[in-house]
């Protein structure tokens, strides 16, 4: 392998695994227990819309534990829920593309993320974000939306 190939491969990875946006972990619920290592568990997750003023997703998913878990050996489930709202006055600060990664985050040692995905709704005034689960090879039909409409905003 030659160095800029080498190099090439080094920063596709880092690409394929930077996020756009980091998520505050808000909490988690143990699911089952495990004798050894950390209990399977459902996590809550805050991210604002970088580029969307006035808008936060937050996001529920599965957490593998147990000691693949615990290791981070473990392949999260690609199940995963979102919900979006306007906690303010909404300002577009900066143009996007349809279908533009807001938040990603990988789910299992290689290969595995979950995405969030922009739209807008032009006609209808309205903003919808995707959560889905996808693989370099297969990706899951799992999947979550959820749109905030773009309203005047009162205090």
């Given at each position: 392998?030659?160095?800029?190939?080498?190099?090439?491969?080094?920063?596709?990875?880092?690409?394929?695994?930077?996020?756009?946006?980091?998520?505050?972990?808000?909490?988690?619920?143990?699911?089952?227990?495990?004798?050894?290592?950390?209990?399977?568990?459902?996590?809550?997750?805050?991210?604002?819309?970088?580029?969307?003023?006035?808008?936060t997703c937050?996001?529920?998913?599965?957490?593998?534990?147990?000691?693949?878990?615990?290791?981070?050996?473990?392949?999260?489930?690609?199940?995963?829920?979102i919900a979006?709202?306007?906690?303010?006055?909404?300002?577009?600060?900066?143009?996007?593309d349809a279908?533009?990664?807001?938040?990603?985050?990988?789910?299992?040692?290689?290969?595995?993320?979950?995405?969030?995905?922009?739209?807008?709704?032009?006609?209808?005034?309205?903003?919808?974000?995707?959560?889905?689960?996808?693989?370099?090879?297969?990706?899951?039909?799992?999947?979550?939306?959820?749109?905030?409409?773009?309203?005047?905003?009162?205090?």
């Amino acid at each position: 392998m030659t160095v800029r190939s080498l190099v090439f491969a080094t920063l596709a990875l880092a690409a394929w695994q930077a996020a756009p946006v980091a998520a505050e972990e808000i909490g988690c619920v143990s699911t089952v227990f495990k004798m050894v290592g950390p209990n399977h568990k459902i996590c809550i997750e805050a991210f604002d819309d970088p580029k969307v003023k006035g808008v936060t997703c937050h996001l529920t998913r599965p957490e593998t534990g147990g000691l693949s878990g615990m290791v981070g050996l473990a392949e999260d489930p690609s199940d995963s829920s979102i919900a979006c709202r306007q906690v303010g006055p909404i300002e577009i600060i900066e143009k996007f593309d349809a279908g533009e990664t807001v938040f990603s985050e990988r789910r299992s040692a290689l290969f595995k993320k979950m995405r969030v995905l922009r739209f807008l709704d032009a006609k209808r005034n309205v903003l919808i974000y995707l959560v889905v689960s996808d693989r370099i090879i297969e990706g899951s039909p799992k999947h979550s939306v959820s749109s905030v409409p773009i309203m005047p905003w009162r205090n």
